[in-house]
């Protein structure tokens, strides 16, 4: 009986060691699809908020195939979190299955005891039999036989009660599980049904760029030309900014402006080490936003066969939204570029981050910040209404990722 009942606990080890991974992952499914659900949230806001101002075929294109994509992975996740329940409610069935086997075979014991016990229940039955023994040796094994007897008795009650009150939780998740599942069916439902309506708006607009394509790829060119000449403009400023710093600290510089390391003092090294150790875990440069466009040569969201390039992130965020400091560290520079916005460039050590199309700047050139500290506004274009950042991020004189160094960018 004993091999028994360990072949069953051992079986049912095996049944619920999923069940721990499953709720982690599920957890995690269930973050990820809030994420996105409050992503395509924010890109409605935005367009809504837009609606009274001048807005471009490209960017009305450019955000309902960001709201696309978006719905995509939201219902992929959906779909996940679903295929997940139903592999949860197949293990709970099996749980149920093996709990009630254990229960028939523990109730079917627990009677034949109850029947022996029924059967010699006197008193002086118990007596005789501890008198009958030959010797007090039998006798002492006989009374400590009946005391296992009784104890045994009562821990199978007590499982039969345990087991009962599982298999109650169980069919209790199960229900919980079903209903949870048609959730989310009916869920990605409703977003089928919206993926459907965007692919025809999608289709509408693609076919006015098509009419006006010369005409778009020429503004796209014109605006490669104004972004090479700010990121030109940017590079300058840290290489002066370097050159700076390292006249300060007491290393030659042959040539203005051509210095591309900085020379670290003891503190400045702590700092940039602990920005390193921080890879990939910095907050976000604005409390809410979304990319609108990504790092590095890319092809244009909108138009076939032309590429862009991106010296770091562009950021659309909601209008008034405070820019902020993704770490500590000291303001070099707040400059307004010719024919362009103003911004605010923090050096952390040998790392430099530059927040572009700022107004409204609460900081100062020389000024210690902290992280999350706010710096300015984002400024909104009055003639598209559009609230855009670009956040770049340097070490040294070489351009980064922001994506590989901000959390979940």
């Known amino acids: 009986m004993r091999f028994l009942k360990g072949i ?16 982690s992952k599920q957890q ?24 009274r101002k001048e807005r471009s075929v490209l ?10 994509g978006t719905r995509k992975n939201l219902i992929k996740v959906t779909n996940q979190q679903a ?18 086997k254990e229960l028939t075979a523990l109730k079917k014991d627990y009677a034949k005891m109850i029947t022996k016990s029924y059967k010699s229940k006197s008193h002086q039955s118990r007596i005789m039999f501890l008198l009958s023994s030959s010797d007090f040796s039998q006798a002492y094994k006989r009374l ?25 939780v169980l069919n209790t998740n199960l229900s919980r599980d079903k209903k949870e599942k048609q959730v989310l069916i009916e869920e990605n439902r409703e977003e089928q049904s919206k ?55 007491g290393k030659k510089v042959t040539k203005k402006g051509s210095a591309t390391t900085f020379a670290l003092t003891a503190e400045a090294k702590i700092l940039a080490d602990n920005f390193t150790s921080n890879k990939g875990k910095l907050p976000w440069p604005v409390g809410t936003g979304r990319i609108t466009k990504k790092f590095g040569r890319q092809p244009h969201p909108t138009l076939p066969n032309i590429q862009i390039n991106s010296s ?38 040998n790392y430099i981050t530059t927040y572009y199309n700022i107004e409204n700047i609460s900081v100062k050139e020389g000024q210690k910040v902290t992280t999350k500290q706010a710096i300015g506004e984002v400024r909104t274009n009055p003639t598209t209404g559009r609230t855009i950042m670009k956040f770049l991020i340097y070490q040294n004189a070489k351009r980064l990722n922001p994506q590989s160094w901000v959390y979940k960018m």
């Open 312 to 349: 770091g992130v562009e950021i659309e965020t909601r209008s008034g939204e405070r820019a902020r400091a993704i770490f500590e560290g000291e303001v070099i520079a707040i400059q307004k570029l010719k024919g362009a916005s103003r911004l605010v460039q923090i050096r952390h050590g």
């Open 28 to 51: 995690q499914l269930e973050e990820e699809r809030q994420r996105l659900r409050e992503e395509i949230e924010q890109m409605k806001e935005l367009r809504a908020n837009n609606k």
């Open 59 to 68: 960017y009305e294109v450019e955000t309902i195939n960001s709201q696309i």
């Open 8 to 23: 069953f606990f051992v079986g049912l080890l095996v049944i619920c060691s999923p069940v721990f991974s499953q709720s």
């Open 195 to 249: 993926l459907k309506e965007e692919k025809k708006e999608q289709q509408i607009l693609m076919s006015s760029i098509r009419k006006k394509q010369g005409t778009y790829t020429k503004q796209i060119k014109v605006k490669e030309q104004q972004a090479s000449a700010i990121d030109k403009a940017i590079e300058k400023l840290i290489r002066e900014a370097i050159a700076k710093a390292n006249k300060k600290a």
């Open 144 to 168: 400590q036989y009946m005391k296992q007897y009784n104890e045994h008795r009562k821990e199978q009650a007590g499982r039969i009660e345990n087991d009962t009150r599982a298999l109650q």
């Open 83 to 100: 295929n997940l329940l139903t592999r949860e409610i197949n293990t709970n069935f099996k749980k149920i299955e093996a709990y009630r």
